[in-house]
């Protein structure tokens, strides 16, 4: 009886801890999730009122500088503001080149309704995995209602994997990295340190501000050189 109520307690126990890590997991990612969508909700909104308010803020900005240094300044923010401006036309590049490439190879694969696909997974690359993903479910679960077989699923696989590695390697640290000023190198580099060190928000926000960081790091190297120690003054 004492091993009977041993082995009853210590099943419930197990039972209650696993069933309260579940519930934890699920709770937890829950969250998870509500913060993507509110992100994904919310982005769009913010990005609005501050296009449509940037004339004022850049004046705002330009009272409060000190004359002596205006110049510096305001050529500082121009220049940060035309570096975020080329992030945005060199993301709409990329996610144009995907949407065509995606769509053109899974219609050659096959896949029914694929251009419609591939242009709503190159549209959804401007975040990050967002569109590979989608175009991957859907994909996905339009091949198994058409009873696809083996020659579609390698299609699929080839076509996105060969996609991953445009966006990845190719066309963001090119399209991307010309428009911002940054070597390719440095755009792949900064889309892995974000991507471990803050996670999703990390690769969204990787490259434009390791564009502002660089502009920071051109104007300050600037500076260094009119100093008098750089001209070996004293």
Not at 121 to 129: A, D, E, N, R
Not at 136 to 141: A, F, K, Q, R
């Amino acid at each position: 009886m004492d091993q009977l109520r041993g082995t009853i307690s210590q099943t419930t126990f197990d039972f209650l801890n696993t069933l309260a890590g579940g519930v934890l997991n699920l709770l937890s990612n829950g969250i998870a999730v509500v913060s993507v969508i509110s992100l994904l909700v919310i982005t769009p909104v913010i990005l609005f009122y501050v296009l449509r308010d940037w004339n004022d803020v850049s004046a705002n900005t330009k009272e409060l500088v000190p004359p002596k240094y205006e110049k510096q300044v305001m050529g500082f923010w121009q220049e940060v503001n035309q570096t975020l401006s080329g992030f945005i036309r060199g993301q709409i590049s990329v996610c144009f080149a995907l949407a065509v490439f995606y769509a053109i190879g899974l219609s050659v694969v096959g896949l029914d309704l694929g251009v419609l696909v591939g242009i709503l997974s190159g549209i959804l690359s401007f975040i990050p995995y967002f569109g590979f993903l989608t175009g991957v479910v859907l994909s996905i679960l339009i091949a198994f209602s058409q009873g696809a077989g083996w020659g579609l699923w390698i299609g699929l696989l080839v076509v996105f994997s060969i996609g991953q590695v445009l966006e990845s390697y190719v066309l963001t640290p090119k399209l991307v990295g010309d428009q911002v000023g940054l070597h390719p190198v440095w755009v792949i580099f900064a889309l892995l340190a974000g991507g471990v060190i803050f996670g999703f928000l990390g690769i969204l926000l990787a490259v434009p501000i390791a564009a502002v960081i660089g502009v920071v790091v051109r104007h300050t190297i600037a500076w260094y050189k009119g100093t008098n120690v750089y001209k070996g003054k004293k």
